[in-house]
């Protein structure tokens, strides 16, 4: 039976969501292909991670914890891949387009001298092709990559773009305990230490979003913003001339220069719709729009659109919601 090897990544005692993302690919290629998932995941104390990983499909996880994997020397989890790979022979490895993903993967691919679908948004199966979607230019075109499932394969899923697997508490895997390939490492490459940006708030997370944007008018007027957030729910965002302006701070910022979001719902108040603000929210499941000006362009891609003053709509918006 054909197998998909996932590489599981972790941090702080948990299975990473953009692996969950990368699992709801792999259970449906797993299905399309016949294939049985398996997994591989590397660091140092990780408890019953490899169990976990069993409640989203992978029925054999190859698990190698050890000290040195106490950080990411990405050397190690390169050798340690390469040989699980040699002894396993999987059809498909694939994992997500984190920053570890992006290190990792191209050099397994370089090593068994394969091409790979890199930072696809999806990677389906069709008559024995995969097909790899890769987004450019900030998604304005995509670029259809096709392969054959006949070849050993190498992915890395993009984040945003999948539903992250959820957990079947009826399902579980085997686990196995594989022993890493640590040898004298090349001097020029050593984890040195890992630091984590300080972010007040994760608006990539939020299930709603209340944006603000120059037709807010003012820092003191941004509060009408603040407020609908928090009555519901949900968190803020801003366009950058907003952010520019000073009245709120950049890690609510969204677009080409802010964070990409997907929340359900989008409540873009006062935005007149640049495309460097469009990249980073359209694909939000539901688009609400508050604007004077019934031509913006942000309409154009709004499921619902309210044309009037945000100061007066959303406060009455907030009690109908
Ligand atoms: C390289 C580059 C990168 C960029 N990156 C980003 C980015 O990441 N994110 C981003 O957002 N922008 C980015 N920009 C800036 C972008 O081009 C726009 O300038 C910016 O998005 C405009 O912000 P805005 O929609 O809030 O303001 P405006 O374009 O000025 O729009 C204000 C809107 O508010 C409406 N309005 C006014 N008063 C009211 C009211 N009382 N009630 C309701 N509506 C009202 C107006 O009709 C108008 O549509 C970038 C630009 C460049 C060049």
């Not at 059809?91 to 691919?109: F, N, T």
């Not at 670029?143 to 773009?161: H, K, P, Q, R």
Request: charged residues 25%; proline residues 3%.
């Amino acid at each position: 039976m054909a197998k998909i090897l996932v590489i599981l990544e972790n941090a702080k005692g948990k299975i990473v969501g953009l692996t969950r993302e990368c699992l709801s690919v792999v259970q449906k290629l797993a299905g399309d292909l016949s294939a049985e998932i398996e997994g591989i995941i590397l660091g140092h104390e990780i408890g019953n991670l490899a169990q976990e990983a069993g409640k989203f499909g992978v029925k054999k996880v190859y698990k190698v914890d050890d000290a040195q994997f106490d950080g990411i020397n990405i050397l190690y989890h390169v050798r340690t891949i390469e040989g699980l790979i040699k002894e396993i022979d999987p059809s498909l490895v694939i994992a997500g387009a984190s920053l570890y993903g992006q290190e990792l993967v191209p050099r397994l691919a370089a090593r068994f001298d394969k091409a790979m679908f890199a930072s696809v948004n999806s990677l389906t199966v069709e008559d024995d092709e995969y097909e790899g979607i890769h987004p450019l230019f900030e998604e304005k075109l995509f670029v259809s990559m096709e392969g054959s499932t006949d070849e050993l394969t190498f992915a890395t899923i993009l984040g945003g773009n999948n539903p992250e697997a959820e957990p079947d508490d009826s399902l579980s895997a085997e686990v196995v305990d594989f022993s890493p390939v640590i040898e004298e490492l090349d001097k020029r490459e050593s984890f040195v230490e890992e630091t984590v940006a300080k972010v007040s708030v994760d608006i990539t997370k939020a299930k709603l979003l209340v944006s603000g944007g120059r037709g807010v008018g003012s820092g003191e007027k941004f509060v009408v913003i603040t407020d609908a957030a928090k009555a519901l729910g949900g968190e803020v965002g801003a366009s950058r001339a907003a952010v520019d302006a000073g009245w709120v701070a950049y890690d609510h910022e969204i677009g080409q220069t802010g964070k990409t979001v997907t929340p359900d719902f989008y409540i873009a108040c006062g935005i007149s719709g640049a495309i460097q603000h469009l990249v980073g929210m359209r694909n939000s499941k539901t688009i609400i729009v508050v604007n004077t000006d019934e031509e913006a362009p942000i309409i154009e891609i709004a499921h619902y659109a309210i044309i009037g003053d945000l100061h007066e709509v959303l406060p009455e918006l907030v009690k109908k919601l």
